[in-house]
């Protein structure tokens, strides 16, 4: 059985909580604060797209997607990527028409996209629309998911490619579905979990820094129906979605949306008939932020690529090198797979000249398996909470804004500092502890403590 155990953070975000790890996903002061502060804002994207027109982006450990959406919120917000939300549709009769009554006129820009769709009826016209608009226009657009020129994608448009990783399915289907909540949304916390475990820190003060737009968990969905087409079939990932337990959790605009897009699939039911009938209602009543958000479908620079396995076999397998890395697994403590110098040794050959690696992890053993696989290495500064938050790796070297102190490179250079190993890349995390906690054992190196108090001696 697939247990979530949800509860919103300090940031109305939704956060989760893993048994199996004994750790949280996401920090309990805000999942999607988190995001932007160690993934986003440090990127300097700005900059980057002063002079780059295309970004490739490794989500590793996508989770429920913080970092992605939060990195496609901040340039829809910047103005870095434009949806095209056909403002003129937006007027009263024009955009709920096109979208679902006899109105093929109104369509009739897209008639070529469903001309193999073997379409009898004007609703399969509008099916086929929503179902697949995203798809016709991006696989036509990019071959072998390469950002190259294109005929559709006009020259000034950014290009994006964002591939995401993670073990787990049901996290990647369930991803556009949680809500930003409000402070109330709290007290549907206490569901029956390991709350003790985050109730201290959820006593902090509520503060929503940073608001996801609708439009980005609509586009996540829409391509995740796109790539994950078991979306329809996953009945854990249903169980879940519609549980009574779970609901305070969710958006209802795309729970509403997805029950939709489900129904209308099994094309000649008479259920289907009624749901089309409701959709119409549902069209016809819709908030204008929600048309929006359903209008960004027409967005065809953003290619994103969900992969669920083992993040280590994914890269393996993967030819593709990267401007942005996002790092986001849990713990090395209780993880180190994804922290390894191997692993890092497979993210350098990955990066690009001008890419960064980003993540919010500040173990001494973290950064120096990224100096040991050939990076720089630097720091996140977080200039709101004026800290530290996290380790960058780059190899061009200017990129690094806060370089390592002399206290953080003693650290390094002590026990604390000895990384974890796996050699073959497929190495068990419990292993991979019980063999670095032996070379610890065996160094002769000063230890932390021994350290950290002669660090403070000399001050
Ligand atoms: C800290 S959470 C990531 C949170 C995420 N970035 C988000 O925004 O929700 C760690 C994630 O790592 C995934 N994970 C753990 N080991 C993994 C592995 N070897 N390969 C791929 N994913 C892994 C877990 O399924 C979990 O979703």
């Not at 020129?149 to 990783?165: G, H, P, Q, R």
């Not at 398996?369 to 380790?391: C, D």
């Not at 806060?402 to 073959?424: C, P």
Request: include cysteine.
């Amino acid at each position: 059985m697939y247990n979530l155990y949800p509860y919103f953070t300090n940031d109305g975000s939704v956060g989760l909580f893993s048994p199996e790890a004994d750790d949280i996903y996401h920090s309990t002061y805000g999942a999607l604060s988190e995001a932007y502060e160690k993934f986003i804002l440090p990127a300097n994207l700005e900059k980057y797209f002063e002079t780059h027109k295309q970004i490739k982006v490794l989500d590793i450990c996508y989770g429920i997607g913080y970092n992605t959406k939060s990195f496609l919120n901040f340039l829809i917000e910047k103005n870095i990527l434009k949806i095209n939300f056909q403002k003129n549709n937006l007027k009263k009769n024009n955009n709920i028409d096109t979208i679902h009554t006899n109105n093929i006129s109104c369509t009739l820009n897209n008639v070529s996209i469903y001309s193999n769709n073997n379409c009898k009826t004007n609703n399969d016209i509008m099916f086929n629309k929503v179902m697949h608009d995203n798809t016709i226009s991006i696989d036509t657009v990019y071959s072998n998911n390469t950002l190259h020129k294109n005929s559709s994608c006009n020259d000034e448009e950014v290009k994006i490619f964002i591939k995401a990783l993670d073990m787990d399915e049901i996290l990647f289907l369930l991803s556009p579905f949680f809500k930003q909540g409000n402070e109330n949304d709290k007290k549907h916390n206490k569901l029956n979990f390991h709350y003790d475990k985050i109730v201290k820190l959820l006593n902090c003060k509520f503060e929503q820094k940073y608001k996801l737009k609708n439009e980005v968990n609509f586009l996540i969905l829409n391509k995740i129906i796109d790539k994950m087409p078991q979306i329809f079939e996953n009945k854990v990932f249903e169980e879940i979605l519609t549980s009574r337990k779970y609901r305070a959790f969710f958006d209802s605009k795309l729970r509403g949306y997805f029950k939709l897009l489900k129904y209308k699939r099994c094309k000649y039911s008479v259920l289907r008939r009624i749901m089309s009938f409701l959709h119409n209602i549902y069209y016809s009543h819709i908030s204008t932020s929600y048309k929006r958000a359903v209008n960004c479908f027409k967005i065809d620079n953003f290619i994103f690529e969900p992969k669920t396995g083992d993040a280590r076999k994914s890269i393996i397998d993967d030819k593709e090198l990267y401007n942005l890395i996002f790092l986001d697994a849990f713990t090395p403590a209780k993880c180190p797979a994804l922290w390894s110098l191997e692993f890092f040794k497979l993210l350098y050959e990955h990066l690009e000249a001008d890419g960064m690696i980003l993540t919010y992890s500040s173990s001494a053993a973290v950064r120096n398996a990224m100096l040991n696989a050939g990076f720089f290495v630097g720091k996140i500064f977080n200039e709101q909470s004026n800290k530290f938050t996290g380790t960058i790796a780059v190899k061009n070297k200017s990129l690094i804004k806060y370089e390592l102190s002399e206290y953080d490179l003693g650290l390094i250079n002590s026990k604390a500092g000895i990384f974890y190993r796996d050699e073959k890349l497929n190495g068990l995390n419990e292993a991979i502890i019980e063999a670095r906690e032996k070379e610890v054992e065996k160094s002769d190196k000063i230890s932390s403590s021994a350290f950290i108090k002669r660090f403070k001696r000399s001050f």
